[in-house]
């Protein structure tokens, strides 16, 4: 199975800064396969970037993603309150979904 | 809109079996597929299976393989999970999800149901 490991566990950060988030692979991940989520709180996940680094309907573009191989990022700029939520990124490969363990964003 | 509703909270013993079920409206019924995750309390989020509704075929997670059995029903529109053997493992919230054929990725999601797992 491919694991994916999400750092840091959690991200503590004021508005408007700029968040980082990152995602590594076990092994190598097919970009097309690889998604980002956001999940709040008592919600399910909503699906943000797919593809590696397409925004999906709705997304405001202060959310990017980029990376290949191994490194996926997630990157959410311009903060804003309402972006407080776990992050979990996702991949197929080998004929299974695996899901990282996720980054708790806290906006200040 | 599109929209998948998933059936109400649930409590069952250890080695029981469980069956919930996910509507879905909004689209044409077997042009997606739908999938079945979980996340257990304060835990990440883990896929179990999924079915093409246009031609009953599933695709299960080899660590579910022998306990799991998705299945639809045009008819309704739904979809439903049957998970057996049920140990404490399982207290999980279930969700259904909707995938794009070939896309890989999850979208809308149900709004969750609580399988509680206790004696």
């Known amino acids: 199975d491919i694991v994916l490991t999400q750092s840091p566990g959690t991200l503590s950060l004021s508005p408007g800064e700029r968040a980082t988030l990152s995602c590594r692979a076990s092994?190598?991940?097919?970009?097309?396969?690889l998604t980002w989520y956001q999940q709040k709180r008592g919600r399910a996940p909503r699906v943000l970037i797919y593809?590696?680094?397409r925004r999906a309907t709705g997304i405001p573009d202060r959310f990017s993603g980029s990376g290949s191989g191994t490194d996926f990022t997630l990157t959410i700029s311009g903060l804003e309150p309402e972006d407080s939520a776990v992050y979990y990124c996702?991949?197929?490969?080998?004929?299974?979904?695996?899901f990282g363990q996720g980054t708790n964003l806290e906006i200040k | 809109q599109v929209q998948l509703v998933q059936s109400g909270t649930e409590v069952k013993r250890p080695g029981a079996s469980m069956k919930i079920s996910c509507k879905a409206s909004?689209?044409?019924?077997?042009?997606?597929?739908i999938h079945w995750l979980r996340q257990a309390p304060e835990q990440g989020l883990e896929w179990l299976g999924r079915?093409?509704?246009?031609?009953?075929?599933?695709h299960y997670s080899r660590h579910f393989q022998n306990r799991i059995t998705v299945t639809s029903d045009t008819s309704t529109s739904t979809v439903y999970m049957e998970l057996s053997s049920l140990s404490s493992e399982d207290t999980a919230i279930y969700y259904c999800?909707?995938?794009?054929?070939?896309?890989?990725?999850?979208?809308?999601w149900g709004q969750g149901v609580l399988v509680t797992v206790s004696s």
């Open positions: 999800a909707r995938e794009i054929p070939e896309t890989t990725w999850f979208d809308p």
């Open positions: 909004g689209y044409i019924f077997t042009t997606f597929l």
């Open positions: 079915i093409d509704p246009s031609n009953g075929h599933t």
């Open positions: 092994q190598s991940v097919n970009t097309n396969y």
């Open positions: 593809g590696t680094s």
């Open positions: 996702q991949q197929y490969g080998s004929a299974l979904y695996t």
